[in-house]
């Protein structure tokens, strides 16, 4: 298996800039579909993460939620066996605790956005943006 950790989070102000790590053990990062979700606050009772952007094993293939576009860029060095998040411009509604997730190898090139298609969690990292 592979184990997930995230860092970089913390405290921003309003039009500023934030970079996230997803650092793994356990496996070769290069075999997995990475991605970042969050969970915005007042939602820790339900499961509610949303997607926020995801990376293909190569790093070929990027999705962006319509929300962070223009703005976050994931990127990954297999090398480091480390996803990175890149947030400039971050806006209050950026506020969030942020995860990474790792889908179990299944050898394509494409991207995954739903939850339940992820197998591994890293246990998250808050995001607090002030205005």
């Known amino acids: 298996q592979v184990q997930l950790v995230e860092s970089g989070g913390g405290l921003v102000q309003a039009g500023g800039s934030r970079r996230l790590s997803c650092a793994a053990s356990?496996?070769?990062?290069?075999?997995?579909?990475v991605g970042w979700f969050r969970q915005a606050p007042g939602k820790e009772r339900e499961i509610v993460r949303e997607i926020v952007a995801a990376i293909s094993r190569s790093g070929g293939n990027t999705y962006y939620a319509d929300s962070v576009k223009g703005r976050f860029t994931i990127s990954r060095d297999n090398a480091l066996n480390t996803v990175y998040l890149q947030m400039n411009s971050l806006k209050p509604e950026d506020t969030a605790v942020y995860y990474c997730?790792?889908?179990?190898?299944?050898?394509?090139?494409?991207?995954?956005?739903?939850?339940?298609?992820?197998?591994?969690w890293g246990q998250g990292t808050q995001v607090t943006v002030s205005s």
């Open positions: 997730a790792a889908k179990s190898p299944d050898y394509s090139f494409r991207v995954y956005t739903r939850r339940g298609e992820y197998d591994y």
């Open positions: 356990g496996r070769t990062l290069s075999s997995y579909v």
